[in-house]
């Protein structure tokens, strides 16, 4: 696993062995960015990344010069190792444990992206749990994008704010939005 893009593109992520997380892969994350490069100034953005893990895609949004990145986890192991990765190579990301949903829940903050990794083997009904949270508490921005990933298997686009679905192998991004900007 390494950073794809921006100043610290090449970078590897060794994560301890015992973290049993299922990251993002480097290909799916490429196509991701490639995406996104299209849509956004990395220097005008905040980004949230939850169900963060190893911090992969919070390497991704700091790398590129994202003003402010957020990373929610519940796992200890996971959050000491994005603090400690965080700042052995100068990333400039808060990492916060706690369960997202009640980060959802409790956050004022405003974000221009929103990344969410859940588990694969969740319930439909908690990926919607999850962007009903977000768009009820206005925690994207009027511009923003929230984008999740999920299994191919699972199909979350029964949404008001759905827009778009990208599919990378096992993996799925669907993308989400104000739909009336």
Do not use: W
């Amino acid at each position: 696993m390494r950073i794809i893009g921006g100043n610290k593109g090449g970078l590897r992520i060794s994560p301890p062995k015992k973290l049993k997380l299922r990251p993002t892969t480097d290909r799916s994350k490429e196509a991701l960015f490639n995406i996104l490069n299209n849509k956004l100034d990395y220097t005008q953005i905040t980004a949230l990344d939850l169900f963060s893990g190893t911090g992969n895609i919070s390497y991704e949004f700091s790398s590129r010069g994202v003003e402010y990145v957020c990373a929610v986890e519940i796992n200890k192991k996971s959050i000491e190792f994005i603090k400690d990765f965080s700042k052995i190579n100068d990333f400039n990301i808060e990492a916060i444990k706690i369960d997202v949903l009640n980060f959802l829940k409790l956050t004022d903050k405003k974000f221009d992206v929103i990344f969410a990794d859940p588990p694969y083997n969740i319930k439909n009904e908690k990926y919607y749990e999850i962007i009903n949270i977000i768009f009820k508490n206005k925690i994207l921005k009027n511009c923003g994008f929230l984008i999740i990933e999920h299994s191919s298997k699972t199909q979350i686009n029964q949404h008001d704010f759905f827009f778009e679905n990208r599919k990378y192998g096992d993996s799925n991004f669907s993308f989400y939005k104000y739909i009336n900007n």
